[in-house]
């Protein structure tokens, strides 16, 4: 049974950090590539960032340089810091993997609100 379980969401200041955890099973997790998307209310789903299965980075250009992608193998975990969080940060952030298949997590919450 394929599970992406994502936690570390929640209610941040603007300029605070807050890092998200996405913890896997149920498929090869070192040859997937592993992302992050968020969707804000009345907006599409946008990908973040995204790490391929040899370490590989890509980001949007709204978060280059405040966020940070990266992964352990050894714990099936992809994680997302995030630095300087901004207003429009906010939205239900949700862990993705992509290979043969596609699967998605059931999303956290990140808020920045002052």
């Known amino acids: 049974q394929v599970q992406l379980v994502e936690s570390g969401g929640g209610l941040v200041q603007p300029g605070e950090s807050l890092r998200l955890s996405c913890t896997a099973s149920g498929f090869p997790f070192n040859i997937y590539t592993m992302g992050w998307y968020r969707q ?3 907006k599409q ?3 973040v960032a ?4 040899i370490g ?3 980001y949007a250009d709204s978060v280059k340089g405040r966020f940070r992608i990266s992964r352990d193998s ?4 992809v994680y ?3 630095n300087s969080l901004k207003p429009e940060d ?3 952030y949700y862990c993705n993997a992509y290979r043969a298949s596609e699967y998605w997590g059931q999303g956290t919450q990140v808020t920045v609100s002052s």
């Open 40 to 42: 804000a209310p009345g």
């Open 45 to 47: 789903r946008e990908l």
């Open 50 to 53: 995204r790490i391929a299965s």
């Open 56 to 58: 590989s980075t890509s």
């Open 74 to 77: 050894g714990k099936n975990t």
């Open 80 to 82: 997302l810091q995030m």
């Open 90 to 92: 906010t939205a239900v």
